[in-house]
Antibody
Framework: EVQLVESGGGLVQPGGSLRLSCSASGFTVSSNYMSWVRQAPGKGLEWVSV???????YYTDSVKGRFTISRDNSKSTVYLQMNSLRAEDTAVYYC??????????????WGQGTLVTVSS | QSALTQPASVSGSPGQSITISCTGT?????????VSWYQQHPGKAPKLIIY???NRPSGVSIRFSASESGNTASLTISGLQAEDEADYYCTSYTSSSSSWVFGGGTKLTVL
């Protein structure tokens, strides 16, 4: 059974840093595309970042240069390092697997999310 | 990249059908079969209900169907049930930028 479990969220001051983790089970992280999607309180979903099976990484414009996605294949874990955090980064962050075999890249499995609050 | 356009809300009575539209551009919705749809109940993670424009993952009710014409995709829910009350999001992958764009979401109210 595929499972994604996020952790690492919390309260952080503006300008601070936080690292989110997504622990995966039931499949091989290194062979899949893994993504982060966030949702600000009361708002819609926003794609944040992806790491492809080959290691290429991509980001939405608003986090480029501040966020870094990575993975540890031995731990089946995907990370999102978030630096220079801003109030507008406040959101629930979801880890999601990309169903790359379809060739159309929907997000087929999601974690339960972890809340990041940026506030002084 | 601009968000896809969805109506903020739709409503229907039990047993009725509703349709939610999702409008993008020729670079995303109109580019290929990249559109997928998600259902999100309050406090829960999104759930994939449609992919490749009109395909349902295993276990998703046949009451959910979808289509696409030009730069607009549509999700139809037939035989509305109380449990369908949720937020619905469309999204499209954009191959030119290896990114995804979501619609703003549509709140479905079952009257």
């Amino acid at each position: 059974e595929v499972q994604l479990v996020e952790s690492g969220g919390g309260l952080v001051q503006p300008g601070g840093s936080l690292r989110l983790s997504c622990s995966a089970s039931g499949f091989t992280v290194s062979s899949n595309y893994m993504s982060w999607v966030r949702q600000a309180p009361g708002k819609g979903l926003e794609w944040v970042s992806v790491i492809y099976s080959g290691g290429n990484t991509y980001y939405t414009d608003s986090v480029k240069g501040r966020f870094t996605i990575s993975r540890d294949n031995s731990k089946s874990t995907v990370y999102l390092q978030m630096n220079s955090l801003r109030a507008e980064d406040t959101a629930v962050y979801y880890c999601a697997r990309v169903w790359a075999d379809t060739g159309t890249f929907p997000f087929d499995y999601w974690g339960q999310g972890t809340l990041v609050t940026v506030s002084s | 990249q601009s968000a896809l356009t969805q109506p903020a809300s739709v409503s229907g009575s039990p047993g009725q059908s509703i349709t939610i539209s999702c409008t993008g551009t020729s670079s995303d919705v109109g580019a290929y079969n990249y559109v997928s749809w998600y259902q999100q109940h309050p406090g829960k993670a999104p759930k994939l209900i449609i992919y490749d424009v009109s395909n349902r993952p295993s276990g998703v009710s046949i009451r959910f169907s979808a289509s696409e014409s030009g730069n607009t995709a549509s999700l139809t829910i037939s035989g509305l049930q109380a449990e369908d009350e949720a937020d619905y999001y469309c999204t499209s992958y954009t191959s030119s930028s290896s990114s995804w764009v979501f619609g703003g979401g549509t709140k479905l109210t079952v009257l």
